[in-house]
T-cell receptor, first 115, second 113 residues
């Protein structure tokens, strides 16, 4: 069974469109995250959700909005897509909100290409 | 704010060579340290982690890392690399009391057969 899954794996779209990426984890973890990895492989955390509450929101444009219908899901909605949004987006989860046991379990990634 | 530095951005080795990738962080308190690997076209996976205890940590696939508190370092080592070790390697730090990791920029390792 896949621990952290994302759909779609590839997403090609036009500028100005609105799109969503879905993420689900079956590990029973408390916290989920979204990361953006650019073409230079730099990994930047975007959001973290714990118990359906947004815990941290890095300085990302408000065109990006995370939505968590339940503890096992954290979806990423992107409005008015721009060329610079092209990247690989990784979902991740971890067990604890605080403390040391915070190994990140990553999903397979979604490669977003904005034309 | 804390930062994580990986000074080697690109490393090219031949098989059987020894590997050491540097990782330094800028925080003086309690830290939890991680190394992740990303094989071509795949997601990040945990190689090893340090929380407390023995500063020399053994990971999967023959990797190890040593936490040197006085140097704020957590360098990754492997005595003999294989072609299959070709990947991106990311160091990450979580401050004590927090749960959000800070990742380094990554090191691209290419191993020639």
């Amino acid at each position: 069974d896949t621990a952290v899954s994302q759909t779609p794996k590839y997403l090609v779209t036009q500028m100005g469109n609105d799109k969503s990426i879905k993420c689900e984890q079956n590990l029973g973890h408390d916290t989920m995250y979204w990361y953006k990895q650019d073409s230079k492989k730099f990994l930047k955390i975007m959001f973290s959700y714990n118990n359906k509450e947004l815990i941290i929101n890095e300085t990302v444009p408000n065109r990006f909005s995370p939505k968590s219908p339940d503890k096992a899901h954290l979806n990423l909605h992107i409005n008015s897509l721009e060329l610079g949004d092209s990247a690989v987006y990784f979902c991740a989860s971890s067990q604890d909100q605080a403390g040391g046991n915070n190994e990140q379990f990553f999903g397979p990634g979604t490669r977003l290409t904005v034309l | 704010a804390q930062s994580v530095s990986q000074h080697n951005h690109h490393v090219i080795l031949s098989e059987a060579a020894s590997l050491e990738l540097g990782c330094n962080y800028s925080y003086g308190g309690t830290v939890n340290l991680f190394w992740y690997v990303q094989y071509p076209g795949q997601h990040l996976q945990l190689l090893l982690k340090y929380f407390s205890g023995d500063p020399l940590v053994k990971g999967i696939k023959g990797f190890e890392a040593e936490f040197i508190k006085s140097k704020f370092s957590f360098n990754l080592r492997k005595p003999s690399v294989q072609w299959s070790d070709t990947a991106e390697y990311f160091c990450a730090v979580i401050l004590g009391g927090s749960y959000i990791p800070t990742f380094g920029r990554g090191t691209s390792l290419i191993v020639h057969p």
